[in-house]
Structure formats: C-alpha cells, structure tokens
C-alpha cells in the first residue's frame, strides 16, 4: 500500500495564536519504497509522522493510507486501520523491561488477536531478519542500545504494516551500526512492499532511500 500526503497543514495552540507544526506538505510514498526526512530541529518531522500515523488529525488536507482516505474514519475505525497497516517505530524504544526480546514482538501479535504459537514463530524470525535471533531470550537491560533499537524495529514489522514510520532510529548509534539499521529498514521495505517513512539527522545513510524530503518550518523545501 503506498502512503500520501495531500496539502496537510497543522497547527498547535501556542499562546493566543497557533503555530503551523505543517505547512501545506504534500507527500507521496509508494509502496516497496523508502523516503527519508530531513530538516532541523523543530521543522516538523514528528508531527509529519504522527500525521501520517494517524495519531493527529491535521487542520487541513488529506491522509491516504493504501488509497483510503482516513479523514472520514471514526477513531475505532482509525485505531483498527493503525493495528492492522502501520508500524511506528518510536525514537525511544520503550520495550517494557520484564520481557525478554520475543515476547516484546509476542504483545503486539497479541493486540491483534494472532495466535499465540505462529506470532511466536513469526517473532522468532523477525528477531533473525534483523539480526539478533540468537537473543531472541534477553531482556532490554541485557541488550545494547543498537540491539534494542533493533526490537523495536522488529516489532513494528511484527504486524506486516503497508506503512512504516521511523523516527530517528540511528540517533543513539555509531556510524556503522546506523547505516545497518537504514539498510535494513530499506531491505524489509523492498521485500514486503511497505511505504517507509524514515526520520533521520544523519544524511550519510541517504544512499539506501529512494526519496529525501527537507522540511523547513513545516513546508517541504524544494529540492
Ligand atoms: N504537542 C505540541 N504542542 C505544541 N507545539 C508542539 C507540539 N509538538 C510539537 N510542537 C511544535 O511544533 C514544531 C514541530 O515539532 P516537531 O516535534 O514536529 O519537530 P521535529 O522536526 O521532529 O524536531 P526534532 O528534530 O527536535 O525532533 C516545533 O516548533 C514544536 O515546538
Ligand atoms: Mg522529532
């Protein structure tokens, strides 16, 4: 399923007027494709994620998730299309500490009903696809902090999303273990044909997207 974006803008309260988080940006990620988002401090990269997540609803303008417009959705509807299509891959990883990496991935099968025995086959070769199989068992203080990020980026794959949203997921690495990382993003997203949004500070991993987006105060800077 591709992901877009249509003239989204969003706004927050900010004193006695509002501050524009988006500015009109409109985005087009086919499916099988990786876009990566640059821009400084403030220019909007989260709140595009969160928009795009479906977690916000913007001012104006239009999320398409696979073609479906998600404006008209009631929140049960949108919380059901989150579970089923999108995985959000946080900048912190907030793995829940008494529970060894498989089970981590086990929860979210749970959340959406799969069986306990093929979510935990499922998990068990998410966790080798990104390269940790054999610490399928640790717990998160067992784990370095790129062997966590990499949980959680297994995780949000537990769900076989169409839309993957990344926010800074190399920002606690070394050079090398985070271009690991975007490659590996970049390799599930052509396997399963997903539409991934990456947010990242660090353009030396550009090599691997398909697409850069530079975001300026909440507008998409020509490029
Ligand atoms: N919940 C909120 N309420 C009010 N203002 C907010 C809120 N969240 C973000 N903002 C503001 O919106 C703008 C965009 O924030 P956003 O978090 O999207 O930036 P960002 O590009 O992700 O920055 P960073 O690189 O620091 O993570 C900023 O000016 C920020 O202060
Ligand atoms: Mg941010």
């Given amino acids: 399923m591709s992901l877009s974006l249509n003239e989204v803008t969003l706004t927050y309260p900010d004193g006695a007027g509002r501050l524009t988080a988006l500015d009109a940006v409109t985005l087009e990620v086919p499916a099988g494709s990786l876009t990566a988002v640059v821009g400084p401090s403030g220019s909007g990269k989260s709140s595009l994620l969160a928009v795009a997540a479906t977690l916000v609803r913007p001012d104006s303008g239009e999320v398409s998730i696979g073609g479906t417009t998600t404006a008209g959705l009631s929140r049960a509807?949108?919380?059901?299309?989150?579970r089923r299509a999108v995985g959000i891959v946080f900048q912190q990883p907030n793995l829940l500490p008494a529970l060894t990496a498989v089970e981590q991935l086990q929860v979210m099968a749970h959340l959406d009903g799969q069986l306990t025995r093929a979510a935990r086959a499922k998990a068990l070769l998410l966790l080798e696809s990104v390269g940790i199989g054999e610490l399928a068992h640790r717990r998160p203080h067992q784990l370095s902090g790129g062997q966590r990020q990499r949980v959680n980026i297994a995780r949000a794959l537990m769900v076989s999303p169409s839309v993957l949203l990344v926010d800074e997921p190399t920002s606690a690495l070394d050079h090398e273990r985070g271009a690991a990382i975007v490659?590996?993003?970049?390799?599930?997203?052509?396997?399963?044909?997903?539409?991934?949004?990456?947010v990242t500070h660090d353009t030396s991993h550009l090599a691997s997207t398909d697409a850069l987006v530079t975001l300026a105060d909440g507008a998409v800077r020509s490029q």
Avoid: F, K, N, Q
């Avoid at 509807?77 to 989150?82: D, E, G, P, V």
């Avoid at 490659?183 to 990456?198: P, S, Y």
């Fill in 77 to 82: 509807a949108l919380s059901a299309l989150r």
């Fill in 183 to 198: 490659e590996l993003l970049a390799a599930h997203t052509r396997a399963e044909g997903i539409a991934t949004v990456l």
